[in-house]
């Protein structure tokens, strides 16, 4: 089990030192979802610091500044992971949840709520559409042709419709869960950390947020910690433009 005590400065800078990256041996894809948005600026500095790219999924949703995540206030922190090279896939605007087919439909219901709307497919492109139009105007930048569905939630109407307009779904693997949305009195973050290194293989595609309201130890001060790990295990960090072998072959399973 690694501490957050223990890797000092120094240790962390030998295992992210290049010698070490020249052992990478092994993939993985490091996917972030927008979530509360309260970590962010820490989560992307630890990004740049181990030259880490990341596939960002991308919603509107609320964040801790009482905004938006895809609000104008935030076009410096999305103007940044452009110029830092991330990939970039739809999360949906409005972020809520597909909750079955109807017909030539598909329910699309806010998390908690009984109601909602049903999209058919031109309504379905443009929710997958529109965080690219925040997006472009906000840095000039379209999205990749992937996409996933809030809570990994999918329907057999929502990956046509979403394949029909261009938009392969990425979910993440088992392994590659880290918990980050979790109960921390549950699932501290050392227990998360520990299970991830030992856990992950080659090819696993990892899910994490930019922050998550309701959990009291943030995941964000293990991160570094990640990283360097699974750098110093032999990993690299890819960006996806469509979903990679290994999640194709568990979803088979």
């Not at 030998?14 to 041996?25: I, T, Y």
């Not at 996409?147 to 307009?165: D, E, I, M, S």
């Not at 943030?218 to 990283?227: P, S």
Request: glycine share 10%; net charge positive.
């Amino acid at each position: 089990m690694l501490s957050r005590r223990g890797f000092g400065a120094a240790a962390l800078a030998a295992l992210a030192s290049p010698a070490a990256a020249a052992q990478c041996g092994k993939t993985v894809y490091l996917t972030v979802d927008t979530g509360w948005m309260d970590r962010a600026e820490d989560i992307a500095a630890v990004m740049a610091r181990h030259g880490v790219k990341a596939t960002l999924f991308i919603a509107d949703e609320r964040t801790y500044r009482g905004d938006t995540s895809l609000g104008d206030a935030w076009a410096p922190f999305w103007r940044a992971r452009v110029a830092e090279g991330h990939a970039f896939g739809s999360h949906t605007l409005r972020h809520w949840y597909f909750r079955g087919d109807v017909g030539e439909q598909v329910r699309f219901i806010p998390w908690g709520a009984r109601e909602g709307v049903l999209l058919d497919r031109a309504a379905m492109c443009a929710e997958l559409r529109a965080p690219e139009d925040r997006l472009k105007a906000m840095t000039g930048r379209g999205l990749d042709p992937v996409w996933r569905a809030p809570g990994g939630r999918t329907t057999p109407n929502a990956l046509r419709f979403a394949q029909a307009c261009g938009f392969a779904h990425v979910g993440w693997t088992g392994n590659g869960f880290l918990g980050d949305e979790l109960p921390s009195d549950k699932h501290p973050n050392a227990t998360l950390l520990s299970r991830s290194l030992a856990a992950i293989r080659d090819g696993e595609v990892l899910v994490m947020h930019w922050g998550i309201r309701s959990r009291e130890q943030k995941y964000a001060d293990v991160f570094e910690e990640l990283v360097v790990g699974l750098k110093a295990r032999g990993f690299c960090f890819a960006t996806l433009t469509a979903p990679p072998p290994r999640l194709v072959a568990e979803a088979r399973r």
